[in-house]
C-alpha cells in the first residue's frame, strides 16, 4: 500500500504533489489539491501515473484543460 498523501499549505501557497512545486493557493487550486487525495488515498491511484493540468485536443476549436489525466504507461 502506498503512503497517503495530504494537502500540504504555506502562507497563501498550496503543494503540487504531481507537479512537485508550490502554487498559489486559489480555491479552484485547493480543490484540486483535494481531489487528488481522494484519487490516491481512497481509490489507490498512483502519483506517477497522473498528470495535472493536461490540454486537450480534439475538443473543438476552444481551448480545453483537463484537471486530471490518467496515464496507462507510469511516467519516468
Known sequence: MQEQIIVRRE???????????????TPEETVRQEYLC???????FSL???????????????????DFCYLAHRKR
Open 11 to 25: 502562507t497563501g501557497k498550496v503543494w503540487s504533489h504531481i507537479r512537485k512545486k508550490w502554487l498559489i493557493e
Open 38 to 44: 481522494v484519487l490516491t488515498n481512497e481509490y489507490g
Open 48 to 66: 506517477d501515473q497522473i498528470d495535472e493540468e493536461v490540454e486537450v485536443t480534439g475538443r473543438g476549436s476552444g481551448h480545453a484543460m483537463a
